[in-house]
């Protein structure tokens, strides 16, 4: 199977300030890489889906970037409404495989 | 608007079994993939088993295999996981979720399984 990475497990961080979140595989994947935010008590949602592509209505401080084994989702000016947990999710091979999750919250 | 709805949780013995629902609505149900997905609370994601718009090709997560079954009924849009043979550790939050083959587009609210003595 492929395994997910991501870091860090958690994170603190200020309004308006960028926030970057990795997320590796053991394996290339190629660009087969999704990001879902889910806020507390609710089910998740996707974010980005290969690798770069923000779904539809989406804010566009999201964005996605990497290729092969390393991924990384950015926010560019963190808002209130950011608070979540986000995870990765790999789609070039089945089992489809999440990252352990990376927690953020408002300083 | 995109309705997934997930019903069918409860408490259950080990070694039981149950049977999940996930009743879809504004969209075209038979056109998409469907997936179950499970969640611990306060855990991460777990991918359980999909099935492809007509119903003839699923997959599984080596975990549930031979245990779990997922189905769909598109003439009433509704998706299925049946589940035997239970074990604790399958204790989670399940989602029913649409997509294509490999991307949870859109997810229900969940349905909460416990399996317990």
């Known amino acids: 199977d492929v395994q997910m990475t991501q870091s860090p497990s958690s994170l603190s961080a200020s309004i308006g300030d960028r926030v970057t979140i990795t997320c590796r595989s053991s394996?290339?994947?190629?660009?087969?890489l999704n990001w879902y935010q889910q806020k507390p008590g609710k089910a998740p949602k996707l974010l980005i889906y290969?690798?770069?592509n923000l779904e539809s209505g989406v804010p566009s401080r999201f964005s996605g970037s990497g290729s092969g084994t390393d991924f990384t989702l950015t926010i560019s000016s963190l808002q209130p409404e950011d608070v979540a947990t986000y995870f990765c999710q790999q789609n070039n091979k089945t089992p489809l495989t999440f990252g352990g999750g990376t927690k953020l919250e408002i300083k | 608007e995109v309705q997934l709805v997930e019903s069918g949780g409860g408490l259950v013995q080990p070694g039981g079994s149950l049977r999940l629902s996930c009743a879809a609505s504004g969209f075209t149900f038979s056109s998409y993939w469907m997936h179950w997905a499970r969640q611990v609370p306060g855990k991460g994601l777990v991918w359980v088993a999909r099935?492809?718009?007509?119903?003839?090709?699923?997959d599984y997560a080596d975990s549930v295999k031979g245990r779990f079954t997922i189905s769909r009924d598109n003439a009433k849009n509704t998706l299925f996981l049946q589940m035997n043979s239970l074990r604790a550790e399958d204790t989670a939050v399940y989602y029913c979720?649409?997509?294509?083959?490999?991307?949870?587009?859109?997810w229900g609210q969940g349905t909460l399984v416990t399996v317990s003595s």
């Open positions: 099935i492809d718009s007509t119903g003839f090709s699923t």
């Open positions: 394996q290339s994947i190629i660009y087969y």
């Open positions: 290969a690798a770069s």
């Open positions: 979720a649409r997509g294509d083959s490999s991307t949870l587009g859109h």
